[in-house]
């Protein structure tokens, strides 16, 4: 009953065997060895196009940092919503790694940007008045931090918003796995389809050991250069990076990622359910991914902690589950003997 | 016959069976996972000293300029040898990380600082006079770029004449192993005990997938909090640490780091030997670790290059020829055929 | 009838008298000119300690800039009312100087930091949780950005609920003088007696040409030498300082700055009153300084630009009406004339 | 006999004059007033052409670094020579003002770059190496920090160089009148029509109270709006920006600046042959402009200070002496006096 994060399971065991599958031989350092070449290949047949560039990074909120300093300059700002993991769980990184751009905060329900209050933000952007701060990019994450999914219109509608204000568009995908199965939409359709230029894709909550991918889209591209150098400057650029890029391959090969994804999905389901069967339980937000937010009474709280079951108290009062590729069924049925009993 | 890099060998198997081993179960994320705990008490074995805080990261590049930020203030500067690592192949990320401190470069035969020239630099410092960017820190590299050692006697003299003068001690430890054994000195006697104040130890190129210790001695530790900050801000925070802990577990049991070192550094004198038997080659540098650097006659180089085998061209003319865990007697066998064919 | 900003006015004759006081012989550079000795000397009489340091610059922005970068770490935060100058109109400087610190947002009625949300964000501070940005600063601006004043003990209380919970205490002093007058407080006062630990008071607006001061306090004196360095990084280290020293000399000497922000405040009264006396007319925030904020008709809009008067729209819906030392008898006279008829 | 710096002089009483003159009624903020339009006017017909963007700051430090950020991105580097102010006097600014790009050095007699290091530097790089910090910059200084002249020629031959390799040509004029005498070149020969891309051109060390110009050529000119962004947030734009104007403005006027440019030469020559008339003095470096440096017997040395004269010792052993235009005929006659006695 370990309901803490996704990010303290395990790897899944197809990764660990990528790893093994590449660790033969000499191979070029820092990105010019077949493997990365392979995960882009893969990459590209998924996305549907072969117009992007990619980059590796083992860590989410290098990756976003990374997108974001390349496509936002020191002098100008970040949209996203006020309880977005880049304003509140990355210590400053997109500040740090832009060299002190701002971030713009917007509130909305369920971790979702509110639609009116981003048309008036849009509508405010003076660019010609130096002593603000005008925003360049608008930052989507979907997942949501409160768990909830951006539909593909949505994003497409937002997307479009911005590039017509002159922004650009970047989705911190840390989750997108388990937003794609929720919305039953492809790859392409919820990002450079849908007006996406910057994505970050996370794997290592997916069920990678490590692994997040940065991918430019078209007229993005020609910040390929900067991003790279980036990296490097960022010590985003291990020399062996054959073993990032066996990880992606593992998870995209036969979309075990989604696979994984729908799962762990479908266990935050069954989870609500039980939650909310118990008396006195509220989900704080929908369930659309592997996040339950709820609300529960005390004397549940205590009795699925005495029982050994391991979550969080969230900001607002709520409790938050967290399933991933290594939820079982049987931790679900744990938790619905605790409540039941 | 690859001798391009000891960063393009594959981790040592030992590795891989590490990383399985811990690869079941939910951990902690970001460290307070018990792989972090074991590598730790492990290292405090070696050390001969629990006087130490240590953080573990994937990349050298981020080890180093992690290390430096905490150490050094934006307004000043490092000192080191012009030839550093630092200086020459990290994308100017000492200066990203601290927010704009400088390099100040000393001169030195065989990649090593010139004792004069470090006590001039030490004399001219004048910490009132505001307009120059004082050093507080001196960086040292053992291995040094050109591939020799430090005795820990010099480092020990360097560190005294730092620490009179105010400066912290860094030592890059991006192949410690290959100095310590070349020294027959242990870890103790080469860091903390010679006046090491923050040590980056790498063990990627002594045959880990990606593993990087920064190492705050003594008084140093207050600046821990610190340090792990940065970490998260810039990406190397990776939820899941366990993985980088078992990496060092896996080289630092039974002493497999300095076997291996022992391993590459030996190949190095048997390749520079055979080398040099070849008319018209000259050593450029002491061949003390796993790397040699040599003059070699132009058709020496064809012929090695007809023959597949990997180095790389040098600035001053030489080529480098790296030796690694990887490296196998067939390998100096095969360049002793071609020499001598 | 020019109520476009206190920015716009001129300087007062007493202060370009000054500086033609100290334009003849040479003077050492950089602050060591008897001029910043004898406004030091001046200061720390209305001060009533010798307890300080104190730091020159032309620019508010960067007295703010510095006063935060040298008390905020690039990993920490500062709180700070939503709409402060340091968040809405200084295009990131703060996060510029500072390599990356981020500006927490407070609400709060009238441009002042609401006290229960204060609290509750003082209450919510977990320096352990390394994921998120813990804040180290609290700023406060007096006059606030809504032209109403802190009383001295408001900034007490808050700086003691500060300094429980291990804040430095910062005080954006540009219309100081204002709020001096309007809450018929001292210097002292208002600043180190209540708790301000750096202060930056601003001169510029009160009448010089340009000249705004950095003054940190008591143990704040320790990062003076630090401060130091980064003005001169900055550029805020002309070689000719005498003459930012003259400006604040002429204004200091017989309290001259506090009669010019008297004269102001008691214009801005005239003002609000007879902005209000037309029908339709309501104050936005209370008048406390030399700023009206009035909600307008708008007819009256109409005819008082058709009249010439120039003065700012500002968000909310409101204008903004700025008195200054040249504001005259006849500018309010003017006003009167255009309603009236 | 204050030979200590030409930044210790009063300003030029035109200036002084010019500020009164500006002093009145309201002026709009941050540059759009009238003064700022004057002295553009001014400055066009100087260069001989109006393909330019300029922008004011109170300080040469500013200048040059808001010059350099604004044309070189935080992960490349800045060609100089190893003496140059920039590398040497402005405490880490270049970098800090960049986001923390590094300046590359370059060595050369006289404070001149040397054309064959130069030729191998631009050899050297290599974009497409992503670990090296390739330069994106030329930086020239004109008078150099030994106070020699670079020829328009030489200037026009490293510009075309750099232009060539895809370089961006910077010049640091803060000496620049003196070059310009020195050399009977004018202006626009010396800047734009040589292939200068960006000038920082001073005029505080010439006889301003502080003011020194940013000036974009041609191309450069789309970065202007970046320029003024980052001259925001570092408190380069102060609100009462006429007074930096009429700073420009009354130099300019009359070719003010060149003749007290021209006179401080003129003494420079004086002093030069003076000392030297005395046993024993030797040149360190040709005086072109209004800078002596001299290896003088301690003697020499001894007789001048107990005279009362001001004077620095330099790096190498040599004095400084600077002429300014507050230099007269009686402090080159009592330097006479002292060392015929």
Redesign the interface.
């Known amino acids: 009953m370990?309901f803490?994060?996704d990010?303290?399971?395990?790897?899944h065991?197809a990764v660990?065997q990528a790893?093994?599958g590449?660790?033969?031989?000499?191979?070029?350092?820092?990105g010019a060895d077949s493997s990365t070449e392979t995960l882009t290949a893969l990459l590209a047949n998924k996305l549907g196009t072969e117009d992007f560039d990619v980059w590796l990074?083992?860590?989410?909120?290098?990756?976003n940092?990374?997108a974001l300093a390349a496509i936002c300059?020191?002098?100008a700002?970040i949209l996203c919503h006020e309880e977005a993991h880049i304003e509140?769980?990355?210590?400053?990184?997109p500040?740090?790694f832009?060299?002190?751009?701002?971030?713009a905060?917007l509130p909305g329900e369920n971790g979702q940007i509110d639609r009116e209050q981003l048309r008036r933000a849009m509508g405010a952007i003076d660019r010609s008045f130096?002593?603000?701060?005008p925003p360049t990019v608008l930052s989507l994450t979907n997942l949501t931090e409160c768990g909830t999914a951006y539909s593909t219109d949505r994003i497409g509608e937002y997307a479009d918003l911005a590039h017509e204000n002159g922004l650009t568009v970047h989705l911190d995908g840390a989750r997108l796995a388990n937003a794609l199965v929720s919305q039953r939409a492809t790859l392409a359709d919820m990002t450079w389809r849908a007006g996406v230029d910057v994505l970050t894709l996370g794997l290592?909550k997916t069920g990678a050991?490590?692994c997040e991918l940065i991918v430019l889209f078209g007229a993005q591209r020609s910040r390929f250069g900067?991003l790279?150098?980036?990296a490097?400057?960022?010590?985003?650029?291990?020399?062996?990076l054959r073993?990032l890029a066996a990880q992606g391959i593992a998870l995209f090969q036969d979309d075990l990622w989604l696979e994984l994804a729908a799962q762990a999905n479908c266990f935050a389901q069954q989870l609500a359910e039980t939650l909310c069967a118990a008396g006195g339980a509220t989900l704080a937000y929908p369930v659309d991914g592997n996040e339950v937010f709820v609300h529960l009474p005390k004397t549940v709280v205590g009795r699925l902690r005495d029982a050994g079951a391991?979550f969080y108290p969230w900001p607002g009062g709520s409790h938050r589950f967290v399933c991933s590729w290594?939820t079982m069924e049987d931790d679900i049925g744990s938790v619905r003997a605790v409540l039941s009993s």
């Open positions: 370990d803490s994060s990010t303290s399971a395990p790897a065991p660990l790893i093994a590449v660790n033969h031989g000499y191979a070029p350092s820092y990074t083992a860590s989410g909120t290098a990756a940092a990374l300059p020191p002098t700002s509140r769980d990355e210590r400053g990184a500040e740090f832009s060299g002190g751009a701002k971030l905060l130096v002593h603000e701060t290592t050991m490590g900067d790279r150098a980036r490097k400057r960022a010590g985003h650029m291990p020399p062996k073993y391991k290594a």
